[in-house]
């Protein structure tokens, strides 16, 4: 395997889609969920929980931004150096795992999500081999097509965010106090899982050689995180205001039940749209995922991009229509939860030591020269 | 047969009878109108050969047959060359190059006992002089449109263009039926990489014969699967001639009534040049009207199948009544009801488009009025789809281009199946299936969803929308061309307060 990829100029993109790539991959099914979830832990200051998240999210971030600039090369050739060949290879591989085990949760969430709102007789089988054909389709375009994948799919399901504007308008201020109730431990716990739903930005480690100017990934990425966390910030006081503490403990997609209120003369119901038009928003997470798992396991072994797909697809159709109860999907989301937490937000700063070694040798290497 | 004219110096010189049947059995296989008249002034004999519907038969007379009987001299080949005043004569040594000039319109007049042959080509042209537009015709702006003769076609771009950086390429493709393809683009505005890649497809094209225009973008386009024109087929010389400096390439073909424009992207497809001859803000909002009415013709029809099939919670209590009252008489599922209505629409169309145009709009009236009401009546569908049907199929009839305006039209078939069978996660596995198809599409290698992605905002002005020109004095990035700038901006004027 080679540690440093030259790549040709017309397949590199610019910094500034970042953005919108790396905020595409994080908000996905989970976001429906997710104000209930951190509500649960840390009741109504759950923003607080949010926002020491968001501080630990840019510091990763900031931290993978620096090794990847140590080393001017992906996650791969950073640990074929770093730990050697065996070890690197093995490191690589359990990306590889982990990359997949986020796949496959992200299809599962979604079926779940279709069967329980409009289907709740259509097959798992059959809603996967929807996506996976769409998956499989973008992603034998590579890298650009699911980066414009991500652009493109951002902009046509935005616009759903306004339509919050009216539960905006029935929020009770006092559903907010009083602040700093809750103890730490209840605010750690809110932390954790807010983590686990800003997981994604693991794109920056694979896609980092594809990137036109390179000074500029930090920045871009950094703005990334600030509009995820806005997002996620913002959606979550609206629920914790909208709703009743009781009522938002018992609404399982707090966010859905927010677009049902809505009601525009020719729509009544808008949650039925908003769950279809889900696809467009776990559209680009799953493409950008299938091409990260197929990317890696050509990087790491040296095998074909298509045939990593092929496999890869056929697994997570299998996976999809035997475990479909609910019970599997909730454990399995935490699963990948806990394994984000540390190949996710840990890995970074285990490489933090080795990168300002590389810099060092680096360093000296020129002042001899 | 034609063995026996192989490249053969030793020829000529020969008897005129010798070559007369030569020609006239070996080379024309005793085509009737193969004229050879043999004359004999003073002791020289001579033979003028030509096809009599090929050529002028006039001129033949005023300036070859006349000339020589009158003078008093002796001619021979030179002299035939120089003192004939008919343009572009040749010698011929060889029999084969004869026949091709004669079969091509061209006399061929050789003296007994000389060492060639000397032809003129005095072609007789029946062609269509230019015409107004039908296809793409304009409200407001220039009427005349490419007609088949590639020289009138090179005439009209050349006088709209006079600038000595309008370069035309020469390529004649075609093994049986061989044409004359020109490649045509302003030297100083077009990238070189997109002239070098057409240059490319257009040596590599090897075809029988080349056809038509549309035909020829078939054979050199990025993708062939696609439903998506990738190469834009006009007819319109303003058009061409405003895409060439905008720095694309043309390409104008022989006996074909339309040139060829690329690069594209999928907003061009939306775009007129009447656009840029109303004012801004008219060429804005029509332009965007367009756009609206493309993405309502692939979703009204589709998304009441899947309202009414699956999700009728969403449909509000107010027209949920009408809607059942209107519905109650139909006997088939949303799906068939809306199928049978867009195939019939489309019968509609189809028949209009072939029958000559006087028959044609009474089959409009008839097809339209009388059937439409006969068929909500006979209860086959409701008056709320007639609507949506009738409104989806207005908005694809607004695509300036014609073959985009039929792609989208064809898209609406798969749309509807889909939302039939699967409700909105059908609509919009659709939806998600286009968007992707067309990030995968490239035209001449660029991309064809420029300046959406890649994003190009500065693009954004002359394809979406429309700013005044002296504001706009960028070329199209996407096109990457030598020459950015369209013109240098003007002077700032001093903002004044408000004038007292």
């Known amino acids: 395997m080679k540690n440093q990829l030259s790549i040709s100029e017309d397949k590199k993109f610019k910094a500034a889609y970042l953005i919108l790539a790396l905020h595409t991959l994080q908000i996905g099914v989970g976001i429906a969920g997710f104000p209930r979830l951190v509500y649960m832990e840390a009741k109504h200051d759950a923003w607080i929980s949010i926002l020491i998240a968001g501080v630990i999210l840019h510091l990763t971030v900031a931290c993978i931004v620096f090794v990847l600039r140590s080393y001017e090369t992906d996650l791969h050739g950073i640990l074929n150096m770093a730990f050697g060949k065996v070890i690197g290879k093995f490191f690589s591989t359990l990306f590889v795992l982990y990359f997949a085990v986020m796949f496959f949760s992200v299809l599962v969430n979604y079926i779940e999500f279709v069967q329980v709102f409009i289907f709740p007789k259509m097959s798992s ?11 499989w389709y973008a992603v034998y375009g590579g890298i650009r097509v699911a980066i414009g994948v991500s652009f493109l799919f951002f902009f046509s399901s935005v616009w759903m965010v306004l339509l919050l504007s009216k539960p905006l308008t029935m929020i009770e201020p006092m559903n907010y106090l009083p602040i700093f109730e809750s103890d730490m431990k209840e605010i750690f716990s809110g932390v954790l899982i807010s983590s686990y739903s800003l997981l994604g930005f693991e794109l920056l ?17 950094q703005i990334s995180m600030g509009f995820t966390i806005f997002m996620v910030l913002g959606l979550t006081l609206i629920s914790i205001g909208y709703f009743s503490p009781r009522q938002l403990e018992e609404k399982v997609w707090p966010l ?10 020719a729509f009544e119901r808008f949650d039925i749209l ?10 680009p997470n799953a493409i950008l995922l299938g091409w990260m798992v197929s990317y890696s396991c050509k990087r790491a072994h040296g095998l074909k991009q298509k045939h990593c797909l092929v496999v890869l697809i056929i697994i997570a159709l299998l996976l999809a229509s035997i475990f479909d109860d609910r019970q599997f999907v909730n454990r399995f989301t935490d699963f990948t939860g806990y394994l984000g937490m540390f190949f996710g937000f840990g890995f970074p700063f285990l490489l933090l030591p080795f990168a300002i070694i590389h810099r060092m040798k680096g360093k000296k290497q020129n002042d001899k020269k | 047969m034609r063995r026996r004219f192989r490249r053969n110096a030793s020829y000529f010189p020969c008897k005129i009878d010798q070559l007369e049947t030569d020609l006239k059995d070996g080379f024309f296989n005793s085509l009737p ?8 002034q003073d002791s020289q004999k001579y033979i003028v050969m030509y096809i009599s519907y090929m050529v002028e038969e006039e001129q033949i007379y005023k300036y070859v047959i006349d000339n020589i009987q009158r003078s ?55 062609k269509r002089p230019p015409e107004k537009a039908e296809t793409e015709s304009l409200i407001f702006g220039p009427k005349i ?9 090179l005439n009209i771009v050349h006088w709209r263009m006079d600038n000595s950086n309008l370069k035309s390429e020469k390529f004649i493709i075609g093994n049986e039926l061989p044409s004359e393809i020109r490649l045509i683009y302003l030297s100083d505005i077009a990238e070189p990489d997109i002239v070098k890649e057409m240059r490319r497809r257009l040596n590599k094209l090897e075809t029988d014969d080349v056809l038509e225009s549309s035909v020829l973008t078939q054979y050199i386009e990025d993708n062939s699967y696609s439903l998506f024109p990738q190469l834009h087929v006009t007819e319109l010389p303003d058009r061409f001639c405003y895409e060439l400096k905008e720095g694309k390439v043309g390409l104008l073909i022989d006996k074909s009534p339309s040139g060829v424009i690329a690069p594209t992207t999928f907003l061009s497809f939306f775009e007129s040049t009447e656009d840029l001859y109303t004012r801004w803000n008219m060429g804005t909002f029509i332009r965007l009207m367009r756009l609206i009415g493309m993405f309502l013709s692939i979703t009204l029809t589709p998304f009441y199948v899947a309202a009414l099939t699956f999700h009728y919670e969403i449909i509000p209590t107010a027209l949920l009544v009408s809607l059942g009252h209107s519905r109650s008489r139909v006997p088939f599922p949303p799906v068939l009801e809306a199928l049978i209505l867009e195939f019939f629409l489309e019968l509609i169309r189809e028949a209009g488009a072939r029958l000559p145009t006087k028959v044609g709009q009474t089959m409009g009236i008839v097809g339209g009025i009388v059937v439409g009401q006969a068929i909500v009546q006979a209860g ?59 990030l995968k599409q490239q035209s001449m290698k660029r991309p064809y969803l420029t300046p959406i992605f890649p994003f190009r905002p500065r693009d954004l002005d002359n394809s979406i929308i429309r700013l005044p020109f002296l504001q706009s004095n960028f070329r199209a990035y996407s096109n990457s061309p030598k020459d950015t700038k369209r013109f240098k901006e003007p002077p700032k004027t001093n903002k004044t307060d408000i004038e007292e």
């Open chain 2, 72 to 126: 008093q001299k002796k001619w021979d080949t030179n002299t035939l060359i120089n003192e004939i005043s008919l343009k572009d004569g040749e010698k011929r040594t060889n029999i084969k190059d004869i026949g091709n000039d004669i079969l091509q319109g061209s006399v061929a007049i050789y003296i007994d006992g000389e060492d060639s042959c000397v032809t003129y080509p005095v072609p007789k042209l029946i």
């Open chain 1, 256 to 265: 859905l039940s927010m677009f049902k209120i809505i009601s525009i003369p």
């Open chain 2, 145 to 153: 449109a490419f007609s088949e003769s590639l020289t009138t076609n």
């Open chain 1, 205 to 221: 480690w694979v896609v980092f050689p594809f990137i036109y100017d390179k000074k500029k990934v930090g920045l871009h990425s």
């Open chain 2, 33 to 40: 109108n193969f004229v050879a008249k043999k004359f004999k």
């Open chain 2, 380 to 438: 086959f569908t409701s008056n709320i789809l007639i609507i949506i049907a009738a409104l989806s199929a207005l908005a694809s009839f607004t695509i300036p281009s014609y073959l985009m305006s039929s792609a989208v039209r064809i898209l609406r078939f798969p749309l509807i199946i889909m939302s039939g069978l699967w409700g909105f996660m059908g609509l919009f596995f659709c939806y998600a299936f286009l968007l992707i198809h067309l």
């Open chain 1, 274 to 283: 908003a769950v279809a038009l889900w696809l467009l928003v776990i559209l």
């Open chain 1, 125 to 135: 089988f059959f809603v996967a081999i929807l996506i996976l054909m769409l998956v």
